[in-house]
């Protein structure tokens, strides 16, 4: 697939996705359908480990979404008459269950969002909207079930549909010395952080956070958005990129086995009942012992810890000398081609 508006450079294992939409990287349907690709496209390359998104234009990362397909949206949604269906309590309760369930079996089955989107994309010329929400959804749960370990680093403001989609990331850092904010100001304009903000940006900061943010609709700092969680961390501008890629690095290291399976029992058994959880996790161990670099790597790890603690009664390693010695390529060279599964499996 041809990108318009995405840019790929590759730096050892890690891949930087690089958003180009001038003047301010406004996002839009076309950049949801790029991401997905080049996300998938990612999770087939051995050589891709961790995936960055950032800004393409210098101090732009997203601004928020498109205002010319929000104004569309508002038009599908009269012609459709979507407005008195969801005022309706009983024909409102069933929709939002047909509508659960199609984002579950999205989530959980590959083939199913092929079908779905290939549907929707039918519909887009008469109703592009419908197609948007099926295609945003698909592109955040694409992010969020990768199997490749994922980083947004913002370089510049940060709004609505951008916070909203980097709050599908398994961490996110931010420039922290050039003034930037990130926000949800939707409800000023009369609708609300309807790309997952209300959802997944709670679950980052919690209800009472997401309420002032959502509806006093403050512009935030980046030391405020770390306070409360909303981003990992913040640096200079001009070390952005080189602490990203050194953090990445670190992370690409690891067993993506490993990696993997613990971001799909986090994203997953954090909404389900902790039996659930706890049998999703069970699940992800098991998958984790039958790889063959976890089975190396604790047989290496055995050795050294028969050398360093077991031998030594009297004055045994303590685990702040253990931490960095298992992050050296002792035991990082097990952790070769992973064994990824499949979301079906």
């Known amino acids: 697939m041809m990108y318009c508006y995405l840019k790929t450079r590759q730096v050892g294992a890690v891949q930087w996705l690089e958003l180009h939409n001038p003047p301010v990287n406004f996002l839009n349907t076309d950049i949801l359908i790029e991401l997905h690709h080049a996300i998938r496209a990612a999770e087939q390359d051995d050589n891709v480990r961790v995936l960055v998104l950032t800004g393409g234009l210098d101090d732009r990362y997203v601004f928020h979404f498109s205002v010319d397909e929000l104004?569309?949206?508002g038009h599908d949604v009269r012609k459709l008459g979507l407005g008195h269906l969801f005022k309706t309590p009983v024909i409102a309760t069933l929709m939002r269950w047909h509508t659960a369930l199609g984002f579950r079996l999205m989530r959980r089955f590959r083939l199913y969002e092929q079908i779905y989107l290939a549907l929707m994309r039918r519909l887009r010329p008469y109703a592009p909207t419908i197609f948007t929400m099926a295609q945003m959804a698909a592109t955040y749960f694409a992010i969020e079930n990768c199997q490749k370990i994922t980083i947004a680093a913002i370089n510049g403001t940060c709004n609505g549909g951008g916070t909203e989609m980097s709050?599908?990331?398994?961490?996110?850092f931010m420039v922290g010395d050039a003034?930037?904010?990130i926000g949800q100001p939707e409800v000023l304009i009369g609708i609300l952080a309807g790309g997952g903000g209300t959802q997944r940006v709670t679950r980052l900061i919690g209800k009472a956070k997401a309420m002032e943010l959502m509806l006093a609709c403050d512009q935030i700092s980046p030391q405020e958005a770390k306070r409360i969680n909303l981003i990992t961390d913040?640096?200079?501008k001009l070390e952005l990129a080189a602490k990203v890629q050194a953090y990445a690095e670190r992370l690409?290291?690891?067993s993506m086995t490993a990696c993997s399976e613990t971001r799909y029992a986090i994203h997953h058994g954090y909404e389900m009942e902790l039996t659930c959880g706890l049998a999703l996790e069970m699940a992800g161990i098991v998958r984790c012992f039958d790889d063959p670099g976890t089975q190396a790597a604790l047989a290496d790890y055995a050795n050294y810890l028969q050398a360093e603690v077991m031998d030594k009664p009297d004055a045994p390693?303590?685990?702040?000398?253990?931490s960095p010695a298992m992050e050296s390529e002792?035991?990082?060279r097990h952790f070769g081609a992973p064994v990824l599964y499949k979301l079906e499996n």
Not at 167 to 172: E, I, K, L, N, V
């Open 234 to 236: 913040h640096f200079p």
């Open 330 to 332: 002792r035991f990082t």
């Open 317 to 322: 390693a303590s685990m702040a000398e253990i």
């Open 167 to 172: 709050a599908c990331f398994d961490f996110r």
């Open 252 to 254: 690409a290291l690891r």
């Open 71 to 73: 104004k569309q949206a």
């Open 179 to 181: 003034g930037f904010t």
